[in-house]
């Protein structure tokens, strides 16, 4: 199938991709949709999360590494193109790694916006995803990063007088967050339970504030979890396949227990009201764009 709809997913990390709306691209990508990922940092800072993965050519080569694993991953969800934003992980704030001066976070904010600005003007996607500003917990300094630099950048990529030297402006129409609805944890506790008796979400997860009101789209992955699990699993340093924070439950049954990914319609320049003035929760991301894109 072709498409003349493009879309822009922007994550912190190498394994991002594939924990955060990996069948929602999956699925774009299989519609014909062109997809391009920029991953801001190199990821440099991870430790080795799998302890089959724990040697010390992994562990000396771990950049080199973590950039295989992403190709493949990008490659199983359908990625057309895996752009490298140029940065250092960041690691989180007591590590030696979080005071290097060339790492995403300490990097200046001017220059890195520039870099995503000057990559939406090449790619011109219509829709971008990104990070929230309330990201539930997980308050790592490259993921909060992503979001600073995305707000300026929806903008400035249609201003001709933002960034002269970054391209031909590009004003994308809507800009989403990826988000981690508290249903679906509550679902799949719930599912861990009857049928393995057990559950990897405990009350750090189950007692954590909801967001779920903010969720303004809801797309269908169901059949899409293959390729999230598959690309999961391609970052074999990260993810031990036996982890069952991850795969806590047979593919089939997590599919079916809560088919959707959710998004935050966080910046739109185009009115998605229906005739009533009426909001609803969308099913697509490119719904109001479809039929009059360039
Ligand atoms: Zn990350």
């Known amino acids: 199938m072709e498409s003349d709809l493009r879309l ?17 691209v999956a699925r774009y990508s299989k519609e014909g949709v062109r997809c391009v990922l920029v991953c801001c940092t190199d990821g440099g800072a991870g430790d080795i ?6 040697t010390p050519e992994n562990e000396d080569n771990i950049v080199a590494v973590r950039r295989a694993e992403l190709d493949r991953s990008a490659d199983i969800i359908g990625f057309h193109r895996v752009a490298m934003l140029g940065y250092l992980d960041s ?10 001066p060339d790492n995403f976070a300490n990097a ?18 219509h ?13 790592h300094p490259d993921h909060l990063r992503v979001n600073e630099i995305s707000i300026p950048a929806f903008t400035a990529a249609g201003d001709p007088d933002a960034y002269p030297d ?8 809507k800009m989403y967050y990826s988000a981690w609805s508290k249903e679906r944890i509550v679902k799949t506790h719930e599912k861990c339970l009857e049928v393995n008796g057990e559950s990897p979400f405990d009350e ?13 789209t809801k797309i269908d992955v169901q059949d899409f979890w293959n390729e999230r699990c598959d690309a999961l699993l391609a970052h074999a340093t990260q993810v031990d396949p036996n982890e069952s924070f991850w795969f806590p439950l047979p593919r089939d049954i997590a599919a079916a227990v809560y088919p959707y990914d959710d998004f935050e319609l966080a910046m739109s320049t185009i009115d998605t009201a229906n005739s009533d003035g009426v909001v609803e929760i969308e099913d697509d991301l490119f719904f109001g764009i479809r039929g009059q894109s360039t």
């Open 8 to 24: 822009l997913s922007i994550h912190a990390h190498p394994d991002d991709e594939a924990s955060k709306g990996a069948g929602t």
């Open 49 to 54: 999360l799998n302890e089959a993965m724990k």
């Open 91 to 100: 690691g989180m704030p007591d590590m030696p790694e979080n005071k290097h």
């Open 108 to 125: 200046p904010l001017d220059e890195a916006v520039e870099r995503l600005v000057a990559l939406i003007r090449e790619e011109r996607p």
């Open 127 to 139: 829709v971008l995803i990104t990070y929230s500003d309330h990201q539930s917990g997980y308050l």
């Open 166 to 173: 970054a391209g031909e402006p590009w004003q994308p129409l």
């Open 204 to 216: 750090r997860f189950l007692d954590r504030e909801s967001e779920d009101h903010l969720i303004t």
